[in-house]
């Protein structure tokens, strides 16, 4: 962070992506974004790289779709092992965080460094609130035979600096009866980050039969600002807001 406000700061990067932004766009500043970074400059090509020359072809993130996430999925893409941005693997199902830090490192824990680890009911009203739970704990078994990364796939965010290959924000969440919530252990997930595809190898028919059998967790809250908050508050991809702060126009 220190190299990069060195380099000219985000007004430096601003101004390097400025073919790309809407510069007559305004700001809290009074000004437009065009007028906030026309004197910003790059100090340091290596630190903020041209923009006919990018450090990666593509971004650090990517956005997926698929049956496991319908509304999408988000994978920082940068962070993850390039063997595993194709992928598929058998799932090995977490019901909550609890049921992960109680299992997860059991010597007899039944998992193999090419599944995927699914924790579900961590999103913005499993969690509540979608906890920084997504950069999920590799197996103790697996980090002792030198497994370092593997598959991971939950509703819940992280940290922007965690690393891994981790899927996160799956949407809609578990405990609103998403998808990701009917997943069983031992279902083949298959991830395709190139085609920005995320999938459970399920029809749609068995999908339906689990949709009707599926139960709601029970809510954490039953009264006050937490039960206003787990009936009000919105998915990831509307910005976990509260419903009721919609605009109207």
Known sequence: ???????????????????????????????????????????????????????????????????????????????ASPHLLTHRGRAVVFRNQDDLEARIDLPGLDVGPEDVIVLQNVGPRGGPGMPEWGSIAMPRRLLDAGVRDMVRISD????????????????????????????????????DVPHRTLNVLLSDDELARRRADWQAPVPQFTRGYGRLYVEHVLQADDGCDFDFCRGTA
């Open 1 to 79: 962070m220190e190299e990069l406000f060195e380099a000219g700061g985000i007004p430096a990067v601003m101004q390097e992506l400025a073919p790309l932004l809407h510069l007559d766009c305004p700001t809290v500043t009074g000004l437009n974004i065009g007028a906030n970074i026309e004197k910003a400059k790059v100090a340091r090509r290596d630190v903020i790289r041209p923009l006919a020359d990018p450090l990666a072809a593509q971004g650090g993130t990517a956005v997926l779709h698929g049956n496991l996430c319908p509304r999408g999925a988000v994978i920082k893409q940068s962070a």
């Open 156 to 191: 819940a965010r992280m940290s922007g600096t965690a690393s891994g290959t981790v899927v996160l924000h799956v949407c809609p969440e578990a405990a609103v009866g998403g998808p990701l919530g009917l997943v069983r252990n031992g279902d083949l997930i298959e991830l």
